[in-house]
């Protein structure tokens, strides 16, 4: 049995434990831009903030009102890489960060001019929250002729309350593909860069970049994500949180960060490849990811150790992590949603009319999730529905403030407030 409680997830997290409201007609609505497989993230100060596919950061008051818009980089320069493909993160004192991906094919003027390059590559950005930029960090080049500079489609983490450091995972693809956890300070400065894993094949981690460079004319698809880091702060007393990562071929890994360095705990690596989502951990030590094979499974936060088999398998591949509410666990696998009960039985299933990309998102009395067809309401038992069909989401998971309003961005690239 696996014992939930009435965890406190964190905000932007997945849960918020305050009473929200049917979403049913919108308290207002704006237009942003398109977006990618990313979510509105709210800031301390009720701002919600979105970053688009053409490189821009987008600050929203609680209102309705765009306090500001920020080109964070140049969209398809090679020198200043351009498409936002991950949700920003916030810290608690309200900075942003957000990282801009390159992805372009250019000629290799250096070598042979008339051979096309492959060029990917990624950059962090800070911001005040009133818009100013704070700095911006490249990341890595390759050593390797034969792969991409770093990159990732993840989103950043961040740490801390005065010490605040960011945490992203790094890949290096080419015909092996490496994966790296970089650590970031207030200054921009890389302080730590450590690597993970080696993958056996090339290009293991997929995104769809044809749809998020170019979303006008291509339809988006289902691929399988990026693994975002997981930062388990259980003991905040000694100031040395819990780095956990999935590594998206045969490893799940933790790591203990102590200024500046980052020790592996332990590492739990299967027989064979496995597709993962990202990790979740909760405040009873467990860990819980979802599989492409369909599998939810569960870890110990301590030590790795396999909890609460038999593990559950759905009929198709889990795309993000399971959430837990009172001994109750709800993910989306295909085109379901599923709630099991804290024995990992299913309890009740729902089938959705729309494709679904994101994750559901639980208020203290529903559960939201976007679709193709629209935004759906469930009360937490699954058995009142609502479903808003004038919002065409389903690449973006929903948001809950503090406050109780729900955020969500559909596919025209309008955010809604409930």
């Known amino acids: 049995m696996i014992k939930c409680y009435n965890v406190g997830i964190y905000a932007n997290q997945g849960f918020m434990r305050v009473h929200t409201s049917v979403a049913s007609k919108p308290k207002w609505l704006v237009h942003v831009g398109k977006i990618g497989y990313v979510s509105p993230v709210i800031g301390p100060d009720g701002v919600i903030y979105v970053g688009l596919l053409n490189g821009e950061l987008v600050a929203v008051d609680s209102d309705g009102n765009v306090k500001w ?9 090679p020198d200043y890489p351009g498409i ?15 990282i801009t991906t390159v992805d372009v094919t250019i000629k290799d003027r250096r070598n042979e001019p008339s051979k096309m390059l492959q060029v990917r590559r990624s950059s962090l950005h800070s911001f005040t929250p009133a818009g100013n930029r704070r700095w911006s960090y490249r990341f890595p080049a390759n050593t390797s002729v034969l792969g991409l ?33 970089l650590v ?23 995104l769809s970049w044809d749809f998020m460079k170019n979303p006008e004319n291509v339809e988006p698809k289902l691929a399988w994500p990026e693994s975002t880091l ?25 790591y203990r960060w102590n200024f500046p360095v980052l020790t592996q705990l332990w590492s739990n690596c299967s027989d064979k490849t496995c597709r993962l989502t990202s990790p979740a951990v909760f405040p009873n030590g467990n860990i819980l990811l979802g599989g492409k094979d369909g599998v939810i499974r569960c870890y110990d936060l301590k030590n790795g150790t396999e909890k609460c088999q038999p593990w559950y398998q759905a009929d198709h591949g889990v795309l993000n992590a ?4 009172n001994d109750r666990m709800y993910f989306v696998a295909g085109n379901e949603l599923i709630m099991l009960n804290a024995d990992f039985k299913v309890e009740k299933r729902y089938v959705l009319s729309g494709q679904c990309f994101g994750s559901p998102v639980l208020s203290a009395n529903h559960i939201y999730v976007s679709t193709t067809d629209g935004l759906y309401t469930f009360s937490l038992d699954l058995k009142d529905i609502h479903k808003n069909p004038d919002i065409v989401g389903g690449i973006s998971t929903p948001a809950i403030s503090q406050d109780g309003a729900v955020y969500v961005v559909d596919q025209k690239g309008i955010l809604f407030a409930f």
């Open 184 to 206: 970031i300070d207030q200054s921009g400065n890389l302080v730590n860069k450590t690597e993970v894993t080696n993958c056996a094949a090339g290009d293991e981690i997929s």
């Open 230 to 254: 997981a930062i388990a702060d259980l003991d905040p007393k000694i100031h040395q949180p819990i780095i956990v990562m999935a590594d998206n071929y045969k490893t799940l890994i933790a």
């Open 69 to 77: 818009r920020h080109a964070v980089t140049t969209a398809g320069n």
């Open 84 to 98: 936002i493909t991950s949700s920003p993160a916030v810290g608690k004192d309200g900075n942003i960060y957000i």
């Open 149 to 181: 500079d770093a990159y990732t489609a993840s989103s950043p983490k961040v740490w801390g309350d005065q010490n605040i450091f960011i945490f992203v995972p790094a890949i290096y693809a080419g015909t092996t593909s490496r994966i790296e956890i």
């Open 322 to 325: 399971p959430i837990l509410f």
